[in-house]
């Protein structure tokens, strides 16, 4: 079935570093692709999508690229801050219906 | 704020009991969506209502069951509840049913059962 795959285990890096946190998914046809983010006690909340390859959805200096060719969708940002501190999880929906597919979801731990 | 409001935040609650979560969507949204939340198995989408409609299933458990009235707001339904249960349940909604559109999730309703 379509599943989406994120690397395991939480990502510690200090302010100002770069951030990458990779995405695989695995379906049938061409999803749409989103981050979502989610902050401590809080609902998620979009951060950013892409509907169709080759596509770029870009937010809060967090950009990612659908790229079809390697089933990718890696949500990267150049200089992270304290306040991004959160779970980002990646996930996929079809355009028959709007429901969500997650991956696991990364912590994301930014130290002063 | 999403817009989506869930009740109540916390819930505690012994096996064999059963309860209601409930969610409003956002004004004017018509698809309402509940997901699960759990260490285990991540999250995992369960049902879908579409105005009134059931949509789409998902990893639903027979014990569990929703609805959604006619004034668009839904009720997910937690029967022979068993400690595995214990989750956060999330609705969200969004305007439309087809694929590609932002959905807005309420903050959960942490289930915890004893």
Redesign the interface.
């Known amino acids: 079935g379509d599943s989406v795959t994120q690397m395991e285990g939480p990502v510690t890096l200090s302010e100002e570093a770069f951030l990458t946190i990779n995405c695989t998914y695995t379906a049938t046809g061409y999803?749409?692709l989103f981050w979502?983010v989610q902050y401590p006690?809080?609902?998620?909340?979009?951060l950013l999508?892409a509907?169709k390859a080759d596509d770029k959805g870009s937010n809060k200096g967090f950009e990612a690229t659908y790229r079809k060719e390697t089933t990718s969708f890696h949500l990267e940002k150049g200089s992270v801050q304290v306040s991004d501190s959160a779970v980002y999880?990646c996930a996929l929906?079809?355009?028959?219906?709007?429901?969500?597919?997650?991956?696991?979801?990364n912590q994301v731990v930014v130290i002063p | 704020d999403s817009g989506v409001t869930q009740t109540p935040k916390h819930l505690i609650t012994a096996t064999g009991q059963r309860v209601t979560l409930r969610c409003s969507p956002r004004s004017g949204d018509l698809s309402v969506y509940w997901y699960q939340q759990s260490l285990d198995q991540g999250l995992q989408f369960l049902i879908q209502y579409y105005n009134g409609e059931e949509r789409a299933k998902g990893n639903i458990l027979e014990r569990f069951s929703a609805q959604q009235f006619p004034d668009l707001h839904s009720e997910l339904n937690l029967s022979s509840l068993e400690l595995g249960d214990s989750a956060l349940y999330f609705c969200a909604s969004s305007s439309e049913d087809r694929g590609g559109m932002e959905a807005f999730f309420g903050q959960g309703t942490r289930l915890t059962v004893v």
């Open positions: 999803p749409s979502y006690g809080e609902g998620l909340q979009l999508k509907t999880f929906s079809f355009y028959g219906n709007n429901r969500l597919a997650f991956g696991k979801g």
